[in-house]
């Protein structure tokens, strides 16, 4: 956690948050000419429930939310829009791989979220094809969050709760 060392959080932040920030500051210059352009920066429930261990991670994730709000602001005006995507428990290979031991990603959300699976990468891009188009024009400058409920609240602490309390 925070306890990693330098190079740790500044490979985070390199990836997570400076490649985002450049890549707007390019391609922005762009569509702001234009006065078209839409922008969408892929974040995580990580910037709103940190993971043990992973605090840097989680950081530049929050930091990327809080930018594309200010981005959102500042660009809006000149025809561009910025939002932010926050994902879930996503079936990924990267998810498949730090599942645990004999979990799948399905198990893993099922554990964690009120959805009971994990979201398919189609059903992001298909959000986010929705958020890009005109039909999502007056979607500007917030964080969208595609989590299966996994930050609404402590499902893992109800759902636990809840099978005690029918055994009483």
Known sequence: ??????????????VTFFAPLILMQELGRG??????????NISSMAAQRPVPE???????????DTLSKAAGMELAGLGVRVNSVALGHVD????????????????????????????????IAD?????ASDSAAPIVGTVLTIDGGLTSGSFSFSK????QSSRS
């Not at 956690?1 to 390199?14: E, G, Y």
């Open 31 to 40: 569509m702001a000419e234009r006065g078209r352009g839409v922008v969408l």
């Open 92 to 123: 990924t290979e990267a998810l498949q791989e730090n599942c645990g031991e004999g979990l799948t990603p399905d198990d893993v959300a099922r554990i964690n979220s009120p959805l009971g699976r994990a979201i398919k990468a189609s059903e």
């Open 160 to 163: 636990t709760f809840g099978e």
């Open 1 to 14: 956690m925070l306890v990693r060392n330098d190079a740790f959080w500044d490979m985070n932040f390199a």
């Open 127 to 131: 959000f986010c094809v929705y958020l």
């Open 54 to 64: 992973y605090a840097p991670y989680g950081v530049t994730k929050a930091a990327l």
